[in-house]
């Protein structure tokens, strides 16, 4: 690949110092670094800008079928350092800082995370935009700017405690705000109805008003001439209540304000898991009624119509947190243009794509009918109708009983199951890896998969891979460009060209010398943030990832006490040193897991505080771990824990992420690591314990943790542990829920996790060995790259390449 760069470093220099006169009217010999960050963003969102309109009038005179990406979360991190790689000025544009006098890792370093997701699910829909701007689709993506993002995590004594994360005053550069297409979102009323001269009438009365104000990013495809624009909805108050203010009520009219804007003030910090929130119903229908405002708007200007909506647009929620856009659409067919319902119905089932991403009970969206009857009632009326019609349709068609029929219908026992509308209304549901694509089908939505097996695919996930391999890991991008020049970087499965060095030693020992500069650079942001002067000859195992106990952070844990009372028992023992880094944000509200934080934190002291282990045996815990922190980590990592019970993980991607950077995996036959170890071969990946199918055997059984405590020294002695105390501090709660209920089966999974720990270590002192697997892992990582997983969906879900 020999592009051109678009722009030479002359005159990238002379659009910064234009920028400095003519719109932030500042002395570019006096200017901070703030200054020069903000006139290098300016000077890059401008060009994407203009990139901008020469893709979508193109797009727009070819007519080609739209897609819209609706997701409550976009994970999005950083966008400085992407968009000059991706538009292919990186280069240029550290030149020209560089003769400014400026360092472009200090600009860097100034932008802070677009923190608007909490993990997998949103930082997906972030990769997903690349992906789609790279593969040059005409794509939006949209959701909330939330004024607070994932709250900030700070660990005091052991201890997770959050602060508001503040984005704006660093992130607003980046966004473009369209007052122009500003869209009234309309909130509860009651609808009046009624019949006169033989038509219907309808009025929905005595609503509230709030608007939404669209602010849009730009993300840029690699060197492709596509970009994506993602559309972010902040809300506004129509106002002051005027009527409170001419009671000469100032302050209530100024508190009407502050509630309606409430909607885009913070993301909700929970992870797998819903809480039936009034706040958060609120935020959903605003994003949905302001997108399908939106879309069917964009649609009208093209076309002058809708009734080829469903043949122009392909609009794919993200999770069930967007599938009020469903009756959103239905509404504004029904009541604005006055299609009747089978023509309404119609373009929505051809519109509307869902995808799941977890078959967690406790994560399935339900809504107490009567809380959001009050707030949506228009949109309740439609619900219900789609439900009836659907009841009517089993039991007529299908002839199916009442109790087939309650478990499947929309409305059951006072709620609202939005997971049930998405399966019923969606023209596709797909999971996110092979396996958990296989799960929904056999449990969750079997009923659903028996009547429309059709409905049912599967798209793996797939991550950014420039942003953690070229932009991210210089020391494997060039040994990669050495050896197998750079055509993956747009193809990402010629990775697999780099097997051809596996028996090459010099190839090999470049490999090691990468890692070793990369652990070496993370050790150093340790010692700076934390003071630990981590061993970089020590085996790097890695498990980043939001906290939850289906992921058994704590089987991890568990295993490193295990450990750490082996080294007191044998003291000489020959032993492979390993630091054990953790990265996890706890839900605020999830109490076992801050105790599980605590728990490793403690350990950490308790090794730490021991100087006859600790060059042996380390923790880190990384604080506030980010998007930005894990592009520091992944190239470091040498083990990735993929560790969850099996059937439980849908995907994952930071196992992609680690792989791509020539981590081993070490973990369950779950969500993607199963295709992981498909791609890589058995040899080069480290599976353990129980599959699916044993899980579901063992849990049919009567699962018993005690039986394994009986059974295991080294279990009963940890366990123990937790209840008496370390460092003085006890944790009852972990050790008890283990012991009599252990839900995600840690202790069944023990021993075969100790085993295949020592044999990582094993592994480990064949140095060659451990790099050529290494050199394996990052060869057949191309199949996880978004670009794969993008090309997936235009072909078999959104129908594209017809
Ligand atoms: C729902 C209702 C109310 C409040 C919050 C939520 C909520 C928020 C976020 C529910 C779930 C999430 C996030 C889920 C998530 O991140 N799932 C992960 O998605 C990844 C991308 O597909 C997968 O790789 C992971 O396996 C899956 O856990």
């Known amino acids: 690949m020999n592009i051109k760069p678009p722009f030479t470093k002359e005159k990238l220099k002379q659009l910064i110092l234009l920028t400095f006169q003519n719109d932030m009217l500042i002395d570019p010999e006096h200017a901070s670094d703030e200054a020069y960050y903000e006139a290098l963003c300016r000077v890059t969102r401008d060009i994407l800008s203009e990139k901008l309109q020469v893709f979508s009038a193109h797009n727009n005179a070819r007519a080609a079928k739209k897609v819209y990406y609706l997701s409550m979360e976009f994970l999005m991190g950083r966008s400085l350092k992407n968009s000059l790689y991706n538009l292919n000025i990186q280069e240029a544009m550290t030149g020209a800082l560089s003769e400014l006098g400026v360092?472009?890792?200090?600009?860097?370093a100034l932008e802070p995370d677009a923190g608007l997701g909490n993990g997998g699910l949103g930082r997906l829909a972030a990769c997903y935009m690349d992906a789609m701007a790279t593969e040059e689709l005409p794509a939006m993506g949209y959701s909330i700017l939330y004024e607070f993002g994932i709250f900030k995590q700070n660990i005091i004594d052991g201890w997770q405690t959050e602060t508001p994360d503040y984005w704006l005053p660093g992130g607003s550069v980046w966004l473009k705000v369209k007052p122009d297409r500003t869209v009234p979102i309309r909130f509860g009323g009651r609808i009046e109805e009624g019949w006169e001269n033989g038509h219907h009438w309808m009025n929905h009365v005595d609503y509230q008003t709030v608007y939404a104000v669209p602010h849009d990013m730009y993300v840029p495809g690699f060197r492709s001439d596509g970009i994506a624009i993602l559309r972010l909805w902040k809300a506004q108050s129509p106002g002051f209540d005027m009527e409170s203010f001419n009671r000469g009520d100032y302050v209530n009219a100024m508190g009407a304000a502050s509630v309606s804007e409430a909607i885009s003030k913070v993301l909700y910090p929970n992870d797998n898991h819903q809480q039936g929130k009034m706040l958060r119903l609120k935020q959903q229908y605003f994003l949905c009624a302001a997108s399908i405002s939106d879309i069917t708007r964009r649609h009208i200007t093209l076309y002058g119509t809708l009734d080829n909506f469903g043949e122009k647009n392909a609009i794919q929620i993200n999770d069930t947190h967007p599938t009020l856009a469903i009756p959103e659409l239905m509404r504004v067919l029904l009541d604005d243009c006055g299609y009747s319902w089978e023509k309404s119905w119609d373009i929505v089932t051809r519109s509307f794509a869902y995808t799941n991403h977890t078959v967690m009970a406790e994560a399935l969206e339900k809504w107490g009918a009567d809380v959001f009857r009050s707030l949506l009632p228009r949109i309740y009326q439609i619900i219900q109708e789609i439900d009836r019609r659907f009841c009517e349709e089993l039991q007529q068609k299908y002839h199916y009983d009442q109790y087939d029929i309650d478990r499947m219908r929309v409305l059951y026992d006072f709620q609202v199951r939005m997971a049930?509308?998405?399966?019923?209304?969606?023209?596709?549901?797909?999971?996110?890896?092979?396996?958990?694509?296989?799960?929904?089908?056999?449990?969750?939505?079997?009923?659903?998969y028996r009547l429309f097996p059709y409905k049912f695919k599967n798209v793996t996930n797939g991550i950014a891979s420039?942003?953690?391999?070229?932009?991210?890991?210089?020391?494997?991008?060039?040994?990669?460009l050495d050896t197998i020049g750079d055509g993956w970087l747009r193809d990402m499965p010629q990775l697999s060209k780099f097997s051809g060095f596996a028996d090459d030693q010099s190839v090999l020992a470049r490999l090691a010398e990468v890692k070793q500069e990369n652990k070496k650079r993370l050790a150093d942001y340790v010692l700076e943030t934390s003071g630990i002067a981590v061993n970089t000859a020590s085996i790097f195992d890695?498990?980043?990832?939001?906290?939850?106990?289906?992921?058994?952070?704590?089987?991890?844990?568990?295993?490193?006490?295990?450990?750490?009372?082996?080294?007191k028992d044998h003291p000489d023992a020959d032993f492979i040193p390993k630091t054990y880094i953790f990265g996890a944000k706890a839900a605020p509200g999830y109490f076992l897991a801050k105790q599980i934080i605590k728990f490793i934190c403690t350990l950490r002291d308790m090794i730490e505080n021991d100087p006859a282990v600790r060059e042996k045996l380390r923790i880190v815990f990384l604080e506030n771990y980010s998007v930005t922190i894990s592009e520091l980590l992944m190239p470091a990592s040498e083990i990735s824990e993929q560790i969850s019970l099996a059937g439980t993980e849908a995907s994952g991607t930071g196992n992609m992420k680690l792989m791509l950077n020539g981590a081993i995996t070490l973990g369950t036959l779950d969500g993607a690591n199963v295709e992981i170890g498909e791609c890589v071969g058995r040899e080069n990946i480290l599976f353990f314990g129980m599959t699916t199918p044993e899980v579901n055997a063992l849990k049919a059984q009567g699962y018993v943790p005690a039986d394994y405590c009986n059974k295991d020294d080294r279990l009963r002695r940890a366990i123990d542990l937790l209840s008496s105390g370390l460092e003085g501090q006890q944790f009852p709660d972990i050790a008890n829920s283990l012991r009599y209920n252990d839900p995600y089966m840690v202790l069944a999974d023990f021993d075969a996790y100790c085993r295949v720990q020592a044999q990582a270590s094993d592994l480990y002192r064949d140095t060659i060995?451990?790099?050529k697997k290494s050199l394996y892992n990052i060869a057949a990582s191309g199949y996880?790259?978004?670009?794969?997983?993008?090309?997936?969906?235009?072909?078999?879900?959104?129908?594209l390449y017809k």
């Open 103 to 108: 360092d472009i890792e200090k600009m860097y």
């Open 420 to 448: 049930n509308l998405a399966v019923i209304a969606c023209h596709s549901v797909n999971g996110v890896s092979k396996l958990h694509s296989q799960i929904i089908k056999d449990s969750v939505f079997h009923d659903y």
């Open 466 to 480: 420039r942003r953690w391999l070229y932009q991210s890991n210089p020391g494997l991008t060039g040994l990669l």
């Open 542 to 567: 890695v498990q980043v990832k939001r906290l939850h106990e289906y992921k058994r952070q704590h089987l991890n844990a568990l295993h490193i006490l295990t450990e750490y009372l082996w080294l």
């Open 769 to 771: 060995g451990w790099q």
């Open 784 to 799: 996880f790259c978004a670009d794969r997983s993008i090309q997936d969906y235009a072909r078999d879900i959104w129908g």
